[in-house]
């Protein structure tokens, strides 16, 4: 779960984006994971996470055992057990921001939470996710006077 200002919210998804939605110093990297809580009244909070290429993460290699060859709906598999944490960097500063879902409705009022640290995938998972996703990232949005606060932690 995260917690966000004394609210609770749970992990209801992990979903990944190619290229990277956020960027950081201009620059998109190759993937990103968006892990999808949910308080009880209903408000969102995404964890996005960056993904660059470097040493095999065997959480991942585990999520993509069942790996269509194109994007689908999502789908659960028993024989599939992960850690969420497992896909996370162990240094957790964010930058924060509100904003809005990045797949239509693109509903607004979203808690963004997007980890100044990269994880690593290897040159292989990520072409193919890459492969599965065909370029799925929303383009970069302006900030519009958005307040970014960060890095936190």
Known sequence: SLIESGVEYKLIQVHFHAP???????KHEPLEAHFVHVALDGTLAVLGVFIVE?????????????LPETEVAP????????????????????????GS??????????NWHVLK???????????????????NARPA????GRLIVGPTN
């Open 75 to 98: 789908m659960t598999y028993s024989d599939v057990k992960i850690n969420p944490s497992d896909l996370l960097p162990k240094n957790m500063a964010m930058y924060r921001y509100m």
């Open 117 to 135: 640290a990269t994880v690593t995938a290897s040159k292989d998972q990520i072409k193919r996710l890459e492969g599965v996703l065909h370029d």
């Open 101 to 110: 879902l990045t797949t239509p409705p693109c509903t607004e009022g979203v």
């Open 141 to 144: 949005q302006a900030t519009k």
């Open 20 to 26: 990277s939605e956020h960027v950081y110093g201009s």
């Open 54 to 66: 470097g040493k095999e993460t065997p959480a991942l290699k585990a999520l993509m055992t069942h």
